[in-house]
């Protein structure tokens, strides 16, 4: 099977659809490479691209948009809703299909030396690539934002790039490139409008508070829910390793939770785009599909479309 | 995205492999047909090919199979524990990727034109394709078997082929043709040796006793189970329509009916391979995944492994 990387860049252009075209075309009509999404968010004043394809093809493409990125935005003109330091913000590169979160580390690393020497960019290596364990969370990183980035950086010790110029490019900032696990956020709405429910039952789920390693978690209030209900209290999360912590125990953990309040669970939203072994993980556990033994159920060999993933390959 | 069907053709010859061999060469090196598997049972005196491809060329790939199939199998001299009708004895077709129901039944009734025109066999549509109620069964048509289908054909209004000479080739017999839903072969096994308790559970689920419409079932006695249990009951089904009646929503009725008697469901075996849309939609049942409103969850966006479908096409 080809090997497949995801990536997710954010750009801090969001109003200007010249600019963010120009930006969206790095990963266009390119081999081993497409274009899956193109957010923007005029009030966040930023774009969200999201792209798969072979890991060397990928990081070219990524590599490209820095260029352009340099080209069209300036961030001491940059205001928006959204934290940001960069013109390219942060790029992730999460394993997506027969690779490891090993094998993005080293495209990321590759990625942020070029960056560094092609466009002058400070680059800090984030997540699972970063070199240091208070560069792991990325709010850590971005924290004073472009506008305080260069006193930040005065701290030696504590901030001098992975790559890169010691001091931050003068109109692009600087940026965070890492590996990762693919995020899921996945939201669960409670037939409850009391908010204090949904925040402790977050806090009892999420990993600062003694919960699940991987879970990070808020409530939020849904004032515009479809069934009409006036207000919706909703936990809200990102799991962050679903091949350690499942989707599954995060969805018993807050109904086991909830239970407590003597409150039921609505329903739950499993936002964007998630790699089919997530929710097959979920329907093998709660169908009881054996985990041992001759029949032990194998998704690699059992789902046809794994066979057909297989198949494409071998007609190019 | 490209249309695919799978086919499982039977045909009555497992003990010589040189014979098997010409038979799966029928499915090798072909564009736009992939043979995924091969199986021979020499008690059955059987193989069964599972293959997937693009309809017209999977057909034509079944067309040429029939041709040695006639060549080298004389069902006057074939015996087997399995029950068979022809040389080539069923052949469903069955949607797989971006298919319909419809779209095998078209390349079914194709398929069997040419076979009753190419090979001289008669040729039953069956199960979706079949042309009357009393032939939808497999059973049914096959009762009688090769030996007996001369003397069944001469009931002109019951047993006319509806393709094909109206009476059996000499060496090759009759064969059923037709459309399905993927089967898919789903055990459940009980907390208990009570056989007993399987067959009241298999009786309780299944369509013919007044349970769930698409459920086959029976109870099976398992003396090898791996966990050193001497003996473990077990429920057996076949979801003929996983569509219109679930995978969760028999084994929901399985672990309902067994609290009856007490008893646990110990785990559940998925046999062989199976769409991922059976497997997503337990997944997205047990999960409460929105079914309504603007979070509705749709697989066919959310799942990356069908936007890589998709991809790889554009490639090709």
């Known amino acids: 099977m080809k090997k497949l990387l995801e990536t997710v860049p ?11 075209a120009k930006i969206a075309a ?22 969200v691209i999201t792209a798969v394809g072979e890991p060397e093809a990928l990081k070219n493409a990524v590599l490209d948009s820095f260029g352009v990125a340099v080209e ?13 330091m960069g013109a390219v913000d942060v790029v992730p590169f999460i394993p997506c299909r027969n690779t490891t979160v090993e094998e993005a580390d080293a495209i990321a690393k590759e990625l942020g030396k070029e960056v560094g020497e092609k466009y002058g960019i400070p680059v800090f290596l984030y997540e699972d690539s970063a070199s240091a364990p208070h560069r792991q969370n990325l709010a850590k990183i971005r924290k004073g934002q472009f506008e305080g980035m260069a006193e930040k950086m005065q701290d030696k010790e504590l901030w001098t790039p992975d790559f890169g110029p010691d001091h931050i490019h003068p109109t692009a900032g600087v940026v965070a490139i890492g590996a990762r696990m693919p995020l899921i956020a996945f939201n669960i709405n409670l037939d409850t409008d009391n908010m204090e429910i949904a925040n402790a039952i977050a806090n009892a789920v999420k990993n600062i508070r003694g919960g699940y ?14 069934s009409g209900r006036p207000t919706v209290a909703q936990v809200s999360m990102n799991l962050v390793n679903y091949q350690k912590t499942a989707v599954y125990r995060a969805f018993e953990a807050v109904k086991m939770e909830a ?3 003597g409150v039921n669970v609505l329903e739950s939203e499993i936002v964007g785009v998630v790699p089919m072994e997530c929710l097959i993980d979920c329907a093998a556990y709660y ?12 998704p690699q060999k059992q789902i046809m479309e794994n066979w057909l993933l297989e198949d494409e390959e071998e007609e190019n």
């Open 287 to 298: 169908l009881q599909a054996c985990c041992f033994g001759p029949m032990k159920f194998d």
């Open 10 to 20: 954010n750009y801090s252009e969001g109003r200007d659809m010249e600019k963010v």
């Open 72 to 84: 069209v935005i300036d961030l001491n003109h940059h205001e928006g809703q959204h934290p940001r």
């Open 26 to 47: 790095c990963f266009k009509n390119r081999k081993g490479v497409r274009l899956l999404d193109c957010q923007t968010d005029s009030n966040h004043n930023r774009c």
């Open 213 to 226: 390693h991987f879970i990070k978690a808020i409530g939020v209030e849904l004032n515009d829910h479809y």
């Open 259 to 261: 239970r407590r309040y």
